[in-house]
């Protein structure tokens, strides 16, 4: 039985204050590593840049501001299958309002989609068409966040991709829905216009993520085992500096993620070092990350991770996909049949695209093989990894474009 918004309890993020007293008296205790010699961060994230923000989270940083900022839309946390769900739920203002799912990735959070919110749910309020108006649903990945305590311990995209089919399908009963996603949402979103393509408008994605992501015996490899020495040395260029950027992560989350989670787990400086690194160099490479990433911005999302102590849950989807790789459910090629389109920013490191033409022979070439219907290839430049937070002019235009044609 399907239920109505209106008859969803409605969830209010509000952290007891005896965990932030708890978080304050470890960020005072924090001790810091010496760090000679890291001026340029060749060895990670500097003493330097990490001190003054841990510094600053325990006494500056104001968290009941934070929620109230949370507050401000309306969510809902239901059991899907066993499984904790929150999401974010706006209706739109329009004469026919389409559902659109929004999917974070990693270190994302279900916030990192602030931004674009208020212009894709009324558009008429931000100078647009009121017939481009969405629904809009903004859900935290199962483990990551408030939908938390992780129940299945082999969640990973597929399950994911099941457990937001019955969200949008059963729980809100929608007949059928678009996606967004970027990063690991976008292999949940994948997954969606693979097995569910018939109860999708459509799918937008901000990376072209093949269902075979983090599989095979080198799954920590995104070279795939290519020697970059042999590669003409504009190549050789791009892919040194996208292993640069990406591999640790992958690496550590894949090989040795509950290992890491031990020491993130406990220690607050540790965890807001890990994010961090990777808000820093996945974000636009050409721009000026202090002014694109607000301390207090920062610190919201560190802090939600840290209160549910979702490090260590949402760090495990990676070594799931690896572990119980999802079998296809028909043999149809390519393997996502619903229609496709795709928002991708100049400044990502991954795959680290110099022009607009090199970006889109990238996509050609490899990961864009896996989808049967692509609609729209939209490039820009401004922004990195974190689409939707670091451009969101640029994904609203183009969620509005891509379904647009397909109301």
């Known amino acids: 039985m399907s239920t109505t918004p209106s008859e969803l309890a409605p969830f209010t993020v509000h952290v007891p204050q005896d965990v932030l007293d708890d978080l304050r008296a470890r960020l005072k205790a924090t001790r810091f590593a010496p760090d000679p010699e890291n001026e340029n961060e060749v060895y990670g994230l500097s003493t330097a840049f990490l001190r003054p923000l841990v510094e600053y989270w325990a006494d500056g940083f104001d968290w009941r501001a934070a929620e109230a900022r949370l507050n401000a839309f309306h969510q809902h946390r239901v059991d899907v299958g066993g499984t904790p769900v929150h999401f974010v739920h706006e209706r739109g203002r329009g004469p ?6 929004l999917l974070h990735g990693w270190p994302w959070l279900y916030h990192h989609w602030n931004k674009v919110i208020g212009p894709l749910t009324d558009p008429a309020a931000f100078g647009g068409d009121p017939a481009d108006a969405f629904d809009v649903v903004v859900p935290s990945l199962p483990g990551f966040g408030f939908s938390t305590p992780l129940t299945d311990p082999r969640e990973n995209y597929a399950s994911m991709a099941d457990r937001f089919h019955t969200l949008m399908t059963d729980v ?7 996606v967004g996603a970027a990063d690991y949402g976008a292999l949940v979103g994948a997954r969606l216009g ?3 393509a018939g109860s999708l408008y459509g799918v937008h994605l901000g990376n072209e993520m093949p269902p075979t992501m983090f599989q095979g015996d080198r799954s920590w490899d ?3 085992g290519q020697r970059t020495e042999d590669l003409p040395p504009a190549e050789r260029a791009r892919l040194v500096r996208r292993n640069d950027v990406y591999v640790s992560h992958v690496a550590a989350h894949l090989l040795d993620g509950q290992t890491l989670t031990h020491g993130l787990n ?12 990777r808000y820093k160099y996945w974000s636009d490479r050409d721009a000026d990350f202090a002014a694109g ?4 911005d920062i610190l919201t999302f560190a802090t939600i991770i840290w209160v549910t102590e979702s490090i260590g849950s949402s760090i495990r989807a990676y070594k799931n996909a690896s572990l119980y790789p999802p079998e296809p459910v028909n043999d149809l090629t390519p393997y996502v049949q619903a229609p496709a389109g795709f928002t991708f920013l100049l400044g990502d490191s991954s795959p680290g695209a110099e022009t ?16 049967a219907d692509v609609r729209d290839v939209n490039v820009h430049k401004g922004g990195g990894h974190f689409g939707p937070y670091e451009n969101p002019g640029a994904w609203i235009h183009d969620l509005r474009s891509t379904y647009r044609k397909l109301r």
Do not use: M, N
């Open 172 to 178: 809100l009963g929608y007949g059928r829905f678009g």
């Open 293 to 296: 990433w607000p301390v207090d």
């Open 96 to 101: 026919a309002p389409i559902p659109l799912l």
């Open 222 to 224: 995104l070279s795939g």
């Open 194 to 196: 693979h097995k569910y």
């Open 356 to 371: 607009p033409e090199q970006r889109v022979e990238i996509f050609k070439a490899g990961g864009g093989r896996f989808y």
């Open 266 to 277: 406990d220690s607050p400086a540790g965890t807001l070092a890990w994010i961090v690194k």
